[in-house]
């Protein structure tokens, strides 16, 4: 057993609306790493993404962690890692710059049309589901009610409005960017300096979760 101060410390954060128990199947060796679940909680009125992070990075309570993030959580972290100093960052199913956002977002940034978003109906679980995981629910919908549950409409226009609007010029040269191959949200984003599942898609830290167990401590230790 290592000592206690020798623990790594894992923070977690979710993609859109999605809750944390997105990583119940994600195991570390508990003599190394302690997992910490993040949450999303609702922006303030205009916030920006940066004051989002700073506020976020309050909820980690311990020194020089690992980062992991999904989808917009793999922005969030991106974001956050600016104003901490990381063991690791881990970006699994996102993008490493706004230049790898897929054509409709970068249109809907010029036309503003993130803005005439449907997201009062995003209550509707299926429609969420497209969003945020990419496919539409069909025989699945039980679990994804249990996954997606930010459903605040405040939240939500923020969310995808920070999504679009992103201003990444450059992947994070120390972040570890992990992608599926079979991504149908983020389709550019296995070029370069990028761990590809195969077979991986949007929703793979749910059904791919053997992977990151076999895999997430040597990329954390390496």
């Known amino acids: 057993m290592l000592m206690n101060q020798e623990i790594i410390h894992?923070?977690?954060?979710?993609?859109?609306?999605?809750?944390?128990?997105?990583?119940?199947?994600?195991?570390?060796?508990?003599?190394?790493f302690k997992i910490h679940w993040l949450?999303?909680?609702i922006p303030n009125k205009n916030e920006t993404l940066e004051s989002y992070a700073k506020r976020m990075i309050e909820k980690i309570e311990h020194n020089n962690v690992v980062l992991l993030g999904v989808s917009f959580g793999g922005i969030l972290v991106q974001e956050m890692s600016k104003f901490m100093t990381l063991k690791?960052?881990?970006?699994?199913?996102?993008?490493?710059?706004?230049?790898?956002?897929?054509r409709r977002m970068k249109i809907a940034k010029y036309t503003k049309a993130y803005k005439l978003l449907p997201t009062k109906l995003l209550?509707?679980?299926?429609?969420?589901?497209?969003?945020?995981?990419?496919?539409?629910?069909?025989?699945?919908v039980e679990l994804y009610k249990?996954?997606?549950?930010?459903s605040d409409k405040r939240y939500l226009d923020w969310a995808i409005e920070q999504v679009v609007c992103w201003e990444q010029?450059?992947?994070?040269p120390d972040a570890i960017y992990i992608h599926g191959d079979k991504d149908a949200i983020f389709t550019h984003s296995c070029n370069d300096n990028c761990v590809v599942i195969k077979g991986?898609?949007?929703?793979?830290?749910?059904?791919?979760?053997?992977?990151f167990n076999e895999n997430l401590p040597k990329l954390i230790l390496n």
């Open 123 to 140: 209550g509707n679980i299926d429609l969420l589901a497209k969003y945020a995981f990419g496919e539409t629910v069909t025989k699945r």
């Open 169 to 172: 010029e450059k992947p994070n």
């Open 10 to 32: 894992v923070y977690m954060m979710p993609g859109m609306a999605a809750n944390p128990t997105i990583f119940e199947n994600i195991k570390l060796p508990e003599d190394q």
């Open 200 to 211: 991986g898609t949007h929703i793979m830290i749910i059904n791919k979760y053997k992977w």
């Open 146 to 150: 249990r996954y997606l549950s930010v």
């Open 39 to 41: 949450e999303w909680i």
């Open 88 to 102: 690791k960052l881990i970006v699994v199913s996102s993008v490493k710059s706004k230049h790898e956002l897929p």
